[in-house]
């Protein structure tokens, strides 16, 4: 009966020490933000570099400059393996006991969906996540991270069927939600040009022999064949491609796939691959933020090699930095969201200067590369998408 | 759909299956002698794969003495994990020691993360990458030569368990256990020999295969096609996990080579419920009788 | 007998009166726990007491929580114990569907064929996109009770307890009916059980109906606890998730059910914070757990108690 009766008071004085923040997340001396990412399972290499050498890597730079408004930046993360009812209680867990004041760059579609219902009702901001499924434009609270699949397809078919003249395509592509969503968008667009898709395989997320599928689209001849994978299927696909001899079509990469990672896998059989890049070339390009984040990662994470994934991390963190700073001493959610609508032609000598407007959709473009001596060379300057 | 595809894609198979064949001995070879199913076989096979490829990349070796550090890696492991934590499993169930052996493949699937990342790494080959031409049929090197040294070894293990004093000891034991204690044969070495040996079939299996799958923490999940490859071919029967895993493997390549992507990821499995039906124990297995 | 009553009475307090001093996040966590616990009844009925030991319950999982989802999304008007009565009565008809031809297998092969079984059904899942959405995933809406929509956690979290109240209440006394003791005596030898006149067959498809249901009336809370669903979310990992929550709890037995699911869920929650390190201790513990406990928590328990 003591003990029960201790432990209530000693609750209730916990309780009752709970500072009520103005803002939850948002104190005199921190900002709190985080995200359920893959820490494990499938996508768990892109998930660590995305927050803890991406998002952390330019708040590490941030704070020690003193922070936004004298606050400091704090993040926390949660493992969920990719499983989406993980990523439901991680986030559930992150806005009503961590009290975050923002999600900030999440990864993957069904993780990401899982939670949006639940971040719009409790109007919680989810910034940036990293994923491009159309699903997520035009809410209140989110703004995208990453060039929407929708998109980069428009992208990618205006390019080649105006600029290149090629009329036949095939699609090799990964059976989950980011291969469909561009499957589908392929066949919109191509049908605006009165086009068909000549052949679409489907790979499963994780098996490793492609030979079928690359005979099979190799039956229907396409002149180019868009790859929507991740790296190791992705550069399997093109070992495939060289081990058969078929040397008379385009291998595409989508965006998210154009990356350093699969040329390194892919070896030789790279060669004259296409893609259309996202970002530049983290290692070589000298455009003014990217020296900024090399010399970042070398001087915090020394280690860890510059990649896509990390500066996408990098570049979402930079996106929040100048929205908070913009909305001010006064941070609130609403505050935060209606900074973010109003930048335009934001320098991060990264991308061409970022509008957000009303869509909530921070990146519109990418350029087309072609694999030269194991780098991707750029073949056009930044296309667009309207 | 050309012959020379045809065989191209069998080919291909044969070596994804044999690859399974060799992941479904090493199953076979623990269950036999101690009736245990080590769940952790796939990361123990990525993780010496890992030691190998740290040290090729440290000390530049030849990927000959790289393959001999990973297979004296794996059987280091394979005793280790044997003497460390199975033996201690006394009073244990069976369905115990499969859950130690779960927890342990999930111990070593997060180490090599922590000490290598998650990320995807290529890894040399011993075979060329360009393909050989026979005829209008090109054939990749690396299937070949994952074939013919996936035989070898499994000719090896043939004479091992034929004409050696260990492998009559490993199979008088998977008979009856008592009667081969009865017999001298020490059980507890034969228990650590299995361990071991299954450990470095699986480094042997790691190290021809991570070429084409590329090295990651990933590679072990190919504990999963093991099993069902020597469910297939009849648990606890070696030539039926070899039967199994070179089945599998062609499978996997038919299918989605005649079938829409709807069914065809599932065809392995509904293959593997369909032989089930109709072999309860499999292809090669033989339904244990038990007396009362 | 006075002891038990006043126990009992005080858990049923207990759990009443849980989401009027939790805070919303362990509301939610505690209906996550109950809704485990119903499948690790379910899994213990096939695997603990008929000796099946099945890889594919996800599977199961997934056909309730789908089956759900649709009902309530195309016929809102449904009384949600309807929903999860006939997502249950759904799981169940496939798990007899099932276990008729499964008779034959025994030990690995059975397990195997359960695993090639739970890859299947999320196949099929992923492909019926027109049903079940596929890839995209599919947004559950809030259960329906009378005039009231289940849109808080508290609402949600009375639903999973009643139901799991109902669920264990039957499972205990499962034991005590015929077909309970048939189960036990399987358990202990098939050879004897079916000498002794027991029809084993008959019995042991039983026991993959009757986990298949509870399985899919799981599933179906499932979906309105979380309200989203994925083919993600039902990989052989969850399924072999299932398994180590009976085995760590104690199998067969109705404790060792609701241990297991308790102990193996805030495991994953807790955990969630290491990141990169959680599988790592997570594994560790297993091994841990296995190597001390024997038999599982509540064989370790009892032993301890007859000291």
Known sequence: MRLAVSLLAVALVAVAAIPVAAQQGVTETEIVLGCSNSFSGPLAYTGEQATKFGVDLYFKVVNDAGGIHGRKVRTVYYDDGYKPQEAVANTRKLVEQDRIFAVIAPQGTPPVMATLGYLEENRVPLLFPFQGSPAIRGKKYVFSGMTLYDRQSRMMIDYLVTQRKLRTFGVLYQDDDYGKSFLGAFEKDLARHNLKLAAAESVKRGVTDVSAQIAKLRAAAPQAVFLVLTPGPGAQALKERQKIGWTDTVMVSSGPLTDEKYLALAGDASEGVEGLSLWPDPLTSDLPGMKAYRDAMQKYFGKNEPNRYSLSGYFAAMLFTEGARRAGKNLTRESLVAALEGIKGFETGILPPVTIGPDHETQRQGFWVRVEKGRFKALTDWLTSD | ?????????????????????????????????????????????????????????????????????????????????????????????????????????????????????HDDFPFPSFFDSRPIALGPVRLAPVSIGIIGASLALMAALYALFRWTRLGRAMRAVAQNQRAARLMGISVERVYSSSWVLAAMVGAVAGVLVAPVVFLSSKMGLVVINGFTAAVIGGFGSMPGAVLGGMLLGVIENLAPLYLPSGIRYSVPFLVLIAILLVRPAGLLGRVEQRKV | ????????????????????????????????????????????????????????????????????????????????????????????????????????????????????????????????????????????????????????????????????????????????????????????????????GVPVAAYKT?????????????????????????????????????????????????PGSIIGATVVTLLHDGLAAFQNYRPLIFGAILVACMLFMPGGVTQALGRAARR
């Open chain 2, 1 to 117: 759909m050309t012959a020379a595809t045809l065989v191209h894609v069998v080919v291909s198979g044969l070596a994804t299956g044999s690859i399974y064949a060799l992941m479904a001995l090493s199953l076979v070879i623990i269950y036999n002698a101690t009736r245990t199913l080590n769940f952790a076989q796939g990361e123990m096979l990525m993780v010496s794969t890992f030691i190998g490829w740290a040290a090729h990349r440290a000390f530049e070796l030849p990927l000959a003495v790289t393959l001999v550090v990973a297979v004296a890696a794996a059987g280091v492991m394979g005793w280790l994990v044997e003497r460390a934590i199975i033996r201690r499993a006394i009073g244990a169930t069976h369905w115990d020691v499969l859950i130690i052996t779960l927890g342990l493949s999930l111990m070593l699937r997060a180490g090599a993360g922590l000490a290598w990342t």
């Open chain 3, 1 to 196: 007998m006075r002891a038990r009553g006043l126990a009992v009475a005080a858990l049923v307090t207990a759990l009443a009166a849980w989401p009027w001093v939790a805070p919303r996040y362990f509301v939610f966590l505690a209906s996550v726990i109950l809704v485990n616990v119903i499948v690790a009844l379910g899994l213990n009925l096939l695997s603990g007491y008929t000796n099946q030991l099945s890889f594919g319950h996800a599977g199961f999982f997934a056909i309730g929580a789908y089956t759900a989802a649709v009902l309530t999304l195309r016929a809102p008007a449904t009384p949600v114990v309807v929903t999860l009565a006939l997502a249950g009565a759904l799981t169940a008809a496939v798990g007899l569907a099932f276990g008729v031809p499964c008779l034959r297998l025994g030990g690995l092969y059975l397990t195997m064929a359960t695993l090639a079984f739970g890859f299947v059904i999320t196949e099929a899942i992923l492909n019926l996109d027109a049903l079940t959405n596929g890839a995209d995933g599919l947004r559950v809406p809030a259960a329906r009770l009378g005039a009231v929509a289940l849109s808080t956690d508290a609402g949600r979290y009375y639903l999973t307890a009643a139901v799991a109240a109902v669920m264990v209440t039957a499972a205990v006394n499962l034991v005590r009916t015929r077909t309970g003791r048939a189960f036990l005596a399987i358990r202990e030898s098939e050879i004897a059980a079916q000498a002794s």
């Open chain 3, 206 to 254: 039983l026991a993959f109906g009757l986990s298949a249901f509870y399985t899919g009336v799981a599933g179906g809370l499932f979906a309105f606890v979380v309200g989203f669903l994925s083919p993600d979310a039902f990989d052989v990992f969850l399924s072999v998730d299932f398994v180590v929550m009976i085995i760590v709890g104690g199998l067969g037995s109705v």
